[in-house]
């Protein structure tokens, strides 16, 4: 499934398997040392889960780069943690961010 923002050419999808590591490098977390711990731990909790666990993955890709990602990850008793997307990005504003809230959740 692929979405596309009516105003901008953003296409906003579930993060397919082969750019897993890429998605997650484009996430806030993996950028600040305070949070780099949590998610390598929530990423190292995934390690032996089936695709379909990491439906909440969403990314925007660019000529098949990805350019930003997001991260709704299922937890235990109907909970999710949000990793959320760099930001910084030069084509990662906060109305792109909007955009992929709005797509994926």
Do not use: F
């Not at 299922?74 to 910084?88: C, E, F, I, S, T």
């Amino acid at each position: 499934m692929m979405s596309q923002y009516p105003s901008s050419t953003l296409n906003v999808m579930p993060c397919p398997p082969e750019k897993r590591r890429e998605a997650l490098l484009k996430l806030a977390a993996a950028h600040d040392p305070a949070q780099q711990t949590a998610l390598s731990a929530a990423v190292k909790a995934m390690y032996h889960q089936s695709d379909t666990q990491w439906e909440g993955l969403w990314v925007t890709l660019e000529a098949g780069q990805v350019t930003a990602a997001i991260w709704v990850q299922r937890l235990p008793m109907n909970m999710a943690q949000l990793w959320l997307p760099k930001v910084g990005l030069p084509k990662a504003g906060l109305p792109q961010k909007r955009q992929i809230l709005h797509l994926c959740c």
